[in-house]
């Protein structure tokens, strides 16, 4: 996703609002729908501000039953950029067109605010371990106690006897 800052280099101190919209992919993620920015952006002394929303929606799969599920994404965010090499600061990214790349900082506001897991719903039941039915739709019946491995060996030897 790109964002030409020319006019807005030109014309420092200016606030302009930004509305970009885009269909994107990563290769490990992929959207539902476009992604899209509402920021507003503005030039000090060579150096620009991005500051505003993104919003994305992830289509995504249940980490615990596996079907399909949509998260919907509302990420504020803030970019510094700069066409000068010698400002030196983590927080800055270094340009070296007018034309900003605006994708690698949605990979990372995506990266940064992904949940360590995708649940279709906290209770998600999962799939039965002995015979892979969806149990939220339905109870296989399995047998499914924990059952300790090392006790279960030593239960085989008990048996011997
Ligand atoms: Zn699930
Ligand atoms: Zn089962």
Redesign the pocket.
């Known amino acids: 996703m790109m964002l030409n800052v020319s006019k807005i280099l030109v014309d420092e101190g200016t606030r302009y609002d930004i509305n970009l919209s885009e269909e994107m992919c990563f290769t490990e993620y992929r959207f539902s729908g476009p992604v899209s920015i509402v920021a507003e952006c503005y030039a000090s002394s060579g150096i620009i501000r991005v500051e505003g929303k993104l919003n994305f929606k992830l289509s995504l799969a249940?980490d615990?039953?596996g079907?399909d599920l949509e998260e919907n994404y509302d990420l504020d965010f803030n970019e510094v950029f700069s066409t000068n090499k010698s400002v030196e600061s983590d927080d800055i990214r270094h340009i070296i067109s007018k034309q900003i790349d605006l994708t690698p900082v949605i990979y990372e506001n995506l990266l940064m605010n992904l949940p360590m897991k995708h649940?279709?719903?906290e209770d998600?039941k999962?799939l039965c371990e002995k015979c892979g039915a969806n149990l939220?739709e339905k109870d296989c019946g399995c047998d499914r106690r924990y059952v300790n491995p090392a006790f279960e060996s030593l239960g085989k030897l008990m048996k011997k006897d």
Do not use: H, K, T
């Open positions: 249940c615990r039953c079907s649940l279709c719903n998600c999962g939220n």
